[in-house]
C-alpha cells in the first residue's frame, strides 16, 4: 500500500505520540520528507516512476497524505507504534489463513490494529453475515490481545481514525451492531460469520448467489444482458 509505507517509515524513526507532540513544525517537516524519500529510494518503485519529474511529483503526494495523517495522530489518545506488517496465522473452521495488519499500536497497555485505507470506509464494511471488506475482522480474530481495530482513513477531504473497539476514541460494539453488547461479542460474531464463509469456501459451495444492495460485485458487471439474478430476485420477491 503506497500510503502505508511513507507512515510505517516515519513511525519506524518517531516510535510513539510523545516523540510526536515534541517536534516542531520544521522537525515534523523534515521527519516527513525523510520517510517519504526513504520509500522513493526502494529500488522495487523505480518502474513507477520513469522521470524525475513523476518521482518529484509522487514525493509531494505522499508528503502531503503523510503530514495530514501525523497531524490528525497528534489528536489522538498517547500511543506507542508497536510493529508494521506483523505475521499472524488464523483459523476459521478447516482454513489456515495467514494475515499481516499494517500497525499496531499499544494504547494504554492494549493492542490497536490499524490499517489504512484511501478510499471511502466506513465501519458498515464490517457488518452483517456476509461482510463486504472483512479484513478488519480477521486483522481482529488473529490478533487475539487486540481491544479493538480501526482505519485511518486518508482522504484529501477527510483524515480519520474510524474504528470499534474498547479503547478511548473509538465507537463501543453496541454502535455498530444491534444487540452487541461488548467488544468481546463483537469478535464471536465475527469469528463465527468469518468460520462459516470459509467452510462454504472449502465444502465448494459456488452458488450464484452476490451480494445485493450499493456493494454488490453486479456493479461491474460487463455481461447483464445474460445474467438472470435480477430476474430470479424479482421472481422470488
Known sequence: HRAARPAAAFWHAVRDSDTLAALDDAALAEAVARAVQRVLADPDLEWLFPTPVHRELEARRLARVLQRLVESERTRTPFVVEDHERSTRLSLGSLTRATASARIDRVSGQALVIDYKTGKWSLGKLTG???????????????????????????????????????????????????????????????????????????????????????????????????????VAQEQA
Request: aromatic share 6%.
Open 129 to 231: 453475515e456476509r461482510p463486504s471488506e472483512p479484513q478488519l475482522a480477521l486483522y481482529g480474530l488473529a490478533l487475539r490481545e487486540a481491544a479493538g481495530v480501526a482505519v485511518y482513513q486518508l482522504r484529501p477531504d477527510k483524515t480519520a481514525l474510524i474504528g470499534v473497539g474498547e479503547l478511548d476514541g473509538l465507537d463501543p460494539a453496541a454502535k455498530l451492531e444491534e444487540g452487541c453488547a461488548d467488544w468481546d461479542t463483537l469478535r464471536e460474531r465475527w469469528a463465527g460469520r468469518l468460520t462459516r464463509l470459509a467452510e462454504a469456501f472449502a465444502a465448494g459451495d459456488a452458488r450464484v448467489d452476490p451480494r445485493p444492495g450499493s456493494e454488490s460485485p453486479c456493479r461491474f458487471c460487463e455481461l447483464p444482458g445474460l445474467c438472470r439474478i435480477q430476474t
